[in-house]
C-alpha cells in the first residue's frame, strides 16, 4: 500500500491501467466517508470553548453510562467466543442436516432492524416473557438491567464472531489432525495446538468486531436495558438525551470518548492478531 500511495504521489507509471484515477475515486471517497465525519468529531466539542468540554467531562452520568457500553460490550464478546467457535464448528466440520437453514440463520441479526431485535429480546426475556418467566423462578432477571444489555449485544455480535472464525476453520487441513494423532497426540492436544492455535488469530479478529459492534448499538439495547442513569444506561443514549437537551458540548464529548477509546481497542486487537499470526508462521 505504501507503494502504490508513493507512485501516485510522485506521478510514476503503474502496471496497473487506470491505477492513477482509481487511486484519486478511492481517497476522495474514504474522505468523504470516513476522514471528513471523524475530523468534525474531532473539531466539533472545541468551538464552544475549552471551558463546555472541561464541563462536559466533569460528568458522572457520562462516565457511569461509559463504563455501562465498555463493560457489557467486552462480556458479550468474551461469551461469544465459545458459541461463535462452537456454531463454526457446526457450519464447517458438521455437516448437520439443514445446515444451510442454520447459516443463514446465523446472519439474522445483521438483517433484521435493531428495533425488531430489541422488542423481541424483551419480549422474550421480559417479566412475563417465555424465558423470562422461568428464569425468574430460578432468581434470575434477564431485562430492564446489564444482563439484558449483555444479551442484546450477544445476539448482534455473533454473526461476526462466526463469520470471522468459519472460513479459517473450513481451510484448515484435515491431514494436521490425523498426523498429530498419529503421532500419539491426544484429543486435548489435538484441539488445542493443533486446531485452536491457528484460529487465534480469526478469534481474536471476532472478539474485536463483536466488540466495536457492542459498543456503538443502540436500537436492539434501548428495550431491554431499562435505561436507568448510573445503572444500565448506555452511552450511545446518553448522547441521543444529551442532543435532545440542546447540550451539543455534552453529547460530541460522549461521542469522542467512544471514538477514541473504539479505536485505542481496534489497534490493540489488530496488533494482538498479527503477533498471533507471526508465531503461527513457519519458522
Known sequence: MRQFFSAFVQGRRHVLPGFRLS??????????????????LLVRPWQEGAGA?????HDSRMFAALWTSFSCAIMAAVCNLPFGLLLAWALARGHLPGHRLADALIDLPLALPTAVTGI????????HGWLGVPLAKLGITASYNR?????????????????????????????????????????????????????????VTGFGLSFARGVGEYGSVIFI??????RSEIAPLL?????????????TAVALILLLISLLA?????????????????A
Open 23 to 40: 487511486m484519486a475515486a478511492t481517497l476522495l471517497w474514504t474522505g468523504f466517508l470516513i476522514v471528513l465525519p471523524l475530523s468534525t
Open 53 to 57: 468540554v472541561l464541563s462536559a467531562l
Open 120 to 127: 423481541t429480546l424483551a419480549t422474550l426475556y421480559g417479566p
Open 147 to 203: 444482563t439484558g444489555i449483555v444479551l442484546a449485544l450477544m445476539f448482534v455480535g455473533l454473526p461476526f464472531m462466526v463469520r470471522a472464525i468459519e472460513p479459517v476453520l473450513r481451510n484448515l487441513p484435515h491431514e494436521l489432525e490425523e498426523a498429530a494423532v498419529l503421532l500419539g497426540a491426544r484429543p486435548r492436544q489435538v484441539f488445542a495446538r493443533v486446531i485452536l492455535a491457528p484460529l487465534l488469530p480469526a478469534l
Open 225 to 230: 436495558a431499562g435505561n436507568q442513569p448510573f
Open 239 to 251: 448522547i441521543v438525551v444529551r442532543l435532545q437537551e440542546f447540550d451539543y458540548a455534552g453529547a
Open 266 to 282: 481496534l489497534l490493540l486487537v489488530g496488533a494482538m492478531r498479527r503477533r498471533l499470526a507471526l508465531w503461527n508462521e513457519p
